[in-house]
């Protein structure tokens, strides 16, 4: 086990059963994030922060984009278990203590964001002599680029003013979304042989 992917092929690039599995993850969460920012978006904007959901919508669109094809991949029999784990984990989940259902819808997704974006820092696996011209280097370092542009909009909601009434509520979901995502990327990230740092 080591706590960088590896050992790297010949010419500096990440194997390609790494890439696979950890684009896979990334690929679920971020696609998990893109569906549900479409769900939330409405038709007509009639708040400021709609944009900030429709920028976030792109956003993680363009990183399913960029992933699916920087990743050189292999056939992974595992896969199909784990993505459905996946998929389970990212699914909407009440947030007790909010009765207002399109508030507590938008607690859910921030908070879910928040810890994937937080969470997950692939680049920070990659070796110092990982080939900088592989196209999954590359995608890691930008995704990890923007997932702490993305992370200051879930921030800035999650301390709002709007919130402030109901911040027990949003804390135990920031913290229940955190260890989930927290377990679902280190039982990946052991599944190829690489110890998850903490």
Request: hydrophobic residues 50%.
């Amino acid at each position: 086990m080591s706590a960088f992917f590896g050992p790297l092929e010949a010419d500096g690039r990440v194997p390609p059963r790494q890439q696979s599995r950890v684009s896979a993850f990334l690929l679920s969460a971020h696609g998990a994030l893109a569906r549900q920012f479409a769900l939330a978006l409405p038709a007509k904007f009639d708040a400021a922060w709609h944009t900030e959901l429709n920028a976030q919508l792109y956003r993680e669109s363009e990183i399913v984009s960029l992933l699916m094809r920087a990743t050189a991949w292999v056939p992974d029999l595992a896969l199909g278990p784990m993505a459905a784990s996946w998929e389970m984990a990212w699914l909407p989940a009440p947030i007790e203590g909010i009765a207002d259902h399109a508030r507590a819808q938008a607690v859910q997704l921030a908070t879910l964001a928040h810890a994937v974006h937080a969470g997950i820092r692939p680049a920070a696996l990659l070796p110092t002599d990982a080939n900088a011209n592989d196209p999954f280097v590359t995608a890691l370092r930008r995704i990890e680029f923007e997932s702490g542009r993305l992370l200051q909009a879930q921030i800035l909601f999650l301390k709002g003013p709007d919130l402030l009434p109901f911040r027990d509520a949003v804390s135990a979901a920031l913290d229940r979304r955190h260890a989930e995502v927290r377990r679902l990327w280190n039982e990946t990230l052991e599944s190829i042989g690489v110890v998850p740092q903490q």
